[in-house]
Structures are given as C-alpha cells and as structure tokens.
C-alpha cells in the first residue's frame, strides 16, 4: 500500500512538471515572436499613419502606409515617409533628387528643364510663401525635394527646402484606410 502512494505521488508530480514545461513553452514561443516583430519592425518595415490632407488624392487622413526600410532606392515619383526638420514625420512623394535642378513656373513644375508630368496632382504648383527656397533650385549629392500632391494644403521641400536620403525611413508600398468617427463637441 505505501508503493502505491508512492506512484500516485510521482505521478502528480510529473503532471505538474509537464504544465510547467507547457507554459515554460509558451512563454518562450511569445518571446520570440515578441523578438521577430520587433526585428521586422525595428529594420526592416515600418508604419505611419497620415496626418492631413496634403497627400489627397492618392492618401486620406487617417491611412494607415506601411513602408519598406530595406533595398532603399528611390525614384521620382516614389511616396516616402521623411522626418522632416521639425522632427515630425509626413508622407510625400520625390519630386527631384540630387544633382536635379528644381523649377517652379507657370504653376507647373520643371525638374532639369523638363516638364514634370504629374497626373496625381489635380491644382497648380506654386512657391510657398515665406519658403526658404529661391527657384531654380539644385539639390547637393545626397539631397531629395519631397511635396505633397495637394500642392496649395501642403508642408513640404518648398517650405522647409529640401531633406537629407537619410531622413527618408522608407518607400511606402501599402495603404489601408481606416474610418475614425469624429465627435463634435
């Protein structure tokens, strides 16, 4: 009678390491998915939301872009989200890169000489009012000029002139909207 005790003890014994050895488990399975989110994240996607309407119409405010931070090389046209000076973050499209050389005339935009075909843009271009930058304006090695496609509703390169690559954190290459209720008060 006193083996059977015995046996009945170790038995619940061993039950109990088996739910600690589970829950050891899954604490360590959490952890690296804790560990692999935060490395995806952290180098190698990112994500914003968009503030504003100056990216209209291709962006609403309230977007949710997810951006890539690898394999980072831009072009005109590419949609980036950039700190900008202030430390903020916005979305904006390149519209030059370095050793471009910038114009603003007639309400459209040259870039090198050359008329900029920007079919995401709906009004004209102007130069904003108390900007820093005197056009024709060339962009040093390792310069880019950012705008917003709202171009009269837009912080941008022609304000605040133009940003380093290394304030660009990524290409957009995602979007999701989201619909967030508003209350008047």
């Known amino acids: 009678m006193g083996e059977k005790r015995k046996a009945g003890r170790g038995h619940r014994t061993r039950k109990y390491d088996g739910m600690k050895y589970g829950w050891l488990l899954g604490v360590r399975r959490f952890l690296l998915l804790f560990a692999v989110l935060f490395i995806v994240f952290h180098s190698i996607i990112g994500f914003s939301f968009v503030k504003g309407n100056s990216m209209e119409p291709a962006l609403q405010e ?10 980072l090389q831009y072009e005109r046209g590419d949609v980036v989200s950039v700190r900008i000076p202030s430390g903020e973050y916005y979305v904006k499209r390149i519209i030059a890169m370095e050793g471009d050389t910038i114009d603003l005339r007639g309400g459209k935009v040259y870039v090198n000489g050359e008329l ?53 954190k990524g290409k957009v290459w995602f979007r999701a909207e989201f619909f967030v209720e508003r209350v008047i008060s």
């Open 62 to 71: 309230g977007n949710l872009v997810l951006y890539t931070r690898i394999n």
């Open 116 to 168: 900029l075909e920007e079919p995401y843009i709906s009004e004209e271009t102007v130069a904003a009012k108390g900007g820093i930058v005197r056009y024709p304006y060339t962009l040093a090695e390792g310069q880019l000029f950012v705008m917003g496609d709202n171009r009269p509703d837009s912080m941008d390169s022609r304000s605040f002139g133009a940003v380093g690559i290394r304030q660009i």
